[in-house]
């Protein structure tokens, strides 16, 4: 889909199909809908007052105009109840819209963006071209049949009425299409199958990133991660025959900004390792790498966004397979931190290669740590399907990632991590075990990790329940969802300007 923006007048813009939005009546008729009704003769009003349209959460509604109007079709699209307005209901309006328009065949559409609700163009189209990608995303690059039946948008016309308000929009467009690119990256390797998207892909990715956006790059293999006394990686990899990668991605090296690293858990497939899973629903573990996915997302958009910060990206990737040189229960494994983990749960896997990779972090010196993992089936239990768990050591920093999540609409709910939880995983052969009891299994992994992070103001996000997507919403499609992508963007961006 191409976005353009013109400087035109809606009244008056021959199109195929003009979008329009509206708020429940009885209200007055604002904005751009106040001066169409106008120019109009009371179109617009009188489909409301008829009651053909009423303006609820997700409503959509389309009216030809008959060759009255130069718009050719009229959507008008629900907001809800005007006092429950937000930019998340905003952008899921726009997602609904633009699936309106895709199923209904239609290739083109115009929208006029004018502030609403004390929100700003800029800010509006920013939020409404994110909603809009974000809804119509469709991962389609493995079919080969019907392909003829697979709608798209060709293109949205945003419209401004004067030089300013067009300047505006353009800018929000620019912000909302970065953003949107993001996670339409993170969503295709999830979606993408196990056998292409390994460790070595991964890399490759990262190292095309990289190229792509002048940043740093280095790829550690098996023997230089053992070497180093990554000994809890080493012990997850050696299980697959498939060649493990940590991947260190850096942006801004060397040029005086704060530093944030930023940790995402890539396991191409884990498949439990000798405490193998059960084999329903064992495909979507292709999804097990999703916090490196939002690493590589959130480190390109940063890139273009221009933030004025030096981050750090750290993926341990590797594939979690039974085989004669997997990690076994009751093994014991020594971090690179030099701490020992008994070996409970081979399935535990994804808290050990991120100890070693927290461990690495520390080498940075950064202001702030924040890994990303598909950690716990636990914190979906706690939160459900569309929430984030959220843990970590500094309340100032809890708070920043808060502050992100009412912005971006990727929710987060903040978990308890008491000391007391520590006892679960004391070990009588180790430093602690890799799992306790079945109590608290979403906090006992992260109390595992912060063991691995010293004093440094550190946030640990478990993506399990939004990172791979049954039940579609709005902004989410089934599948991958790119799950802490806006979330991280938002929060680097409040940090770069505060």
Same mark, same amino acid.
């Given at each position: 889909?191409? !976005?353009?923006?013109?400087?035109?007048? &809606?009244?008056?813009? =021959?199109?195929?199909? #003009?979008?329009?939005?509206?708020?429940?009546?009885? #209200?007055?008729?604002?904005?751009?809908?106040?001066?169409?009704?106008?120019?109009?003769?009371?179109?617009?009003?009188?489909?409301?007052?008829?009651?053909?349209?009423?303006?609820?959460?997700?409503?959509?509604?389309?009216?030809?105009?008959?060759?009255?109007?130069?718009?050719?079709?009229?959507?008008?699209?629900?907001? $809800?109840?005007? @006092? @429950?307005?937000?930019?998340?209901?905003?952008?899921?309006?726009?997602?609904?819209?633009?699936?309106?328009?895709?199923?209904?065949?239609?290739?083109?559409?115009?929208?006029?963006?004018?502030?609403?609700?004390?929100?700003?163009?800029?800010?509006?189209? @920013?939020?409404?071209?994110?909603?809009?990608?974000?809804?119509?995303?469709?991962?389609?690059?493995?079919?080969?049949?019907? #392909?003829?039946? *697979?709608?798209?948008?060709?293109?949205?016309?945003? #419209?401004?009425?004067?030089?300013?308000?067009?300047?505006?929009?353009?800018?929000?467009?620019?912000?909302?299409?970065?953003?949107?690119?993001?996670?339409?990256?993170?969503? %295709?390797?999830?979606?993408?199958?196990?056998?292409?998207?390994?460790?070595?892909?991964?890399?490759?990715?990262?190292?095309?990133?990289?190229?792509?956006?002048?940043?740093?790059?280095?790829?550690?293999?098996?023997?230089?991660?053992?070497?180093?006394?990554?000994?809890?990686?080493?012990?997850?990899?050696?299980?697959?025959?498939? =060649?493990?990668?940590?991947?260190?991605?850096?942006?801004?090296?060397?040029?005086?900004?704060?530093?944030?690293?930023?940790?995402?858990? $890539?396991?191409?497939? %884990?498949?439990?390792?000798?405490?193998?899973?059960?084999?329903?629903?064992?495909?979507?573990?292709?999804?097990?790498?999703?916090?490196?996915?939002?690493?590589?997302?959130?480190?390109? &958009?940063?890139?273009?966004?221009?933030?004025?910060?030096?981050?750090?990206?750290?993926?341990?990737?590797?594939?979690?397979?039974?085989?004669?040189?997997?990690?076994?229960?009751?093994?014991?494994?020594?971090?690179?931190?030099?701490?020992?983990? @008994?070996? *409970?749960?081979?399935?535990?896997?994804?808290?050990?290669?991120?100890?070693?990779?927290?461990?690495?972090?520390?080498?940075?010196?950064?202001?702030?740590?924040?890994?990303?993992?598909?950690?716990?089936?636990?914190?979906?239990?706690?939160?459900?399907?569309?929430?984030?768990?959220?843990? $970590?050591? %500094?309340?100032?920093?809890?708070?920043?990632?808060?502050?992100?999540?009412?912005?971006?609409?990727?929710?987060?709910?903040?978990? =308890?991590?008491?000391?007391?939880?520590?006892?679960?995983?004391?070990?009588?052969?180790?430093?602690?075990?890799?799992?306790?009891?079945?109590?608290?299994?979403?906090?006992?992994?992260?109390?595992?990790?912060?063991?691995?992070?010293?004093?440094?103001?550190?946030?640990?996000?478990? !993506?399990?329940?939004?990172?791979?997507?049954?039940?579609?919403?709005?902004?989410? =499609?089934?599948?991958?969802?790119?799950?802490?992508?806006?979330?991280?963007?938002?929060?680097?961006?409040?940090?770069?300007?505060?």
């Amino acid at each position: 889909m191409d !976005i353009r923006v013109e400087k035109a007048m &809606a009244e008056t813009y =021959p199109c195929e199909l #003009l979008l329009l939005f509206s708020f429940e009546p009885p #209200l007055p008729l604002e904005g751009v809908l106040a001066s169409l009704d106008q120019e109009w003769k009371g179109w617009i009003s009188g489909i409301l007052k008829e009651g053909d349209f009423k303006g609820e959460r997700f409503e959509c509604k389309l009216f030809h105009t008959q060759g009255l109007f130069p718009a050719r079709r009229i959507l008008l699209t629900g907001l $809800g109840k005007k @006092e @429950e307005f937000s930019l998340e209901r905003w952008r899921e309006a726009s997602s609904k819209a633009g699936q309106f328009i895709r199923d209904s065949g239609l290739k083109r559409f115009a929208f006029h963006i004018t502030k609403l609700e004390n929100y700003s163009e800029e800010v509006l189209a @920013e939020a409404f071209i994110i909603g809009l990608r974000l809804g119509t995303y469709q991962f389609k690059e493995l079919k080969t049949q019907e #392909l003829e039946k *697979i709608k798209e948008i060709e293109e949205g016309i945003l #419209l401004g009425r004067n030089d300013e308000e067009v300047l505006a929009i353009q800018k929000g467009c620019h912000l909302g299409e970065i953003i949107s690119k993001a996670v339409y990256m993170a969503r %295709d390797l999830v979606n993408r199958p196990s056998s292409q998207v390994t460790p070595t892909f991964l890399a490759e990715k990262a190292r095309e990133i990289a190229q792509t956006y002048g940043m740093e790059i280095e790829v550690l293999d098996m023997s230089q991660a053992e070497a180093l006394g990554m000994g809890a990686f080493v012990g997850v990899a050696r299980g697959s025959q498939e =060649p493990c990668k940590f991947i260190i991605l850096e942006y801004n090296k060397g040029k005086g900004f704060e530093t944030i690293a930023l940790v995402g858990k $890539g396991i191409t497939f %884990d498949s439990g390792g000798i405490s193998l899973k059960p084999s329903e629903g064992m495909e979507k573990m292709k999804g097990d790498m999703s916090g490196a996915a939002a690493v590589l997302g959130t480190l390109q &958009a940063a890139s273009e966004l221009q933030l004025p910060l030096h981050l750090v990206g750290l993926i341990p990737a590797t594939e979690n397979l039974p085989s004669g040189r997997a990690l076994k229960p009751g093994d014991v494994l020594k971090t690179l931190s030099g701490q020992t983990v @008994e070996v *409970i749960s081979t399935d535990a896997e994804g808290r050990l290669i991120l100890s070693d990779a927290l461990t690495y972090s520390l080498r940075y010196q950064p202001r702030a740590i924040i890994d990303l993992a598909t950690l716990t089936g636990a914190i979906v239990i706690a939160l459900g399907d569309y929430v984030i768990g959220l843990f $970590g050591n %500094d309340e100032t920093l809890l708070q920043r990632v808060e502050k992100a999540s009412q912005q971006s609409g990727e929710k987060v709910w903040r978990m =308890p991590l008491w000391e007391e939880y520590f006892d679960y995983i004391k070990s009588d052969v180790a430093d602690f075990k890799n799992v306790g009891t079945r109590a608290a299994g979403a906090i006992i992994g992260a109390i595992f990790l912060s063991k691995f992070v010293g004093k440094t103001p550190w946030v640990h996000l478990d !993506i399990a329940g939004p990172a791979f997507i049954e039940k579609e919403k709005p902004l989410l =499609p089934k599948g991958g969802s790119g799950a802490g992508v806006r979330l991280l963007i938002q929060m680097l961006r409040n940090w770069s300007y505060s």
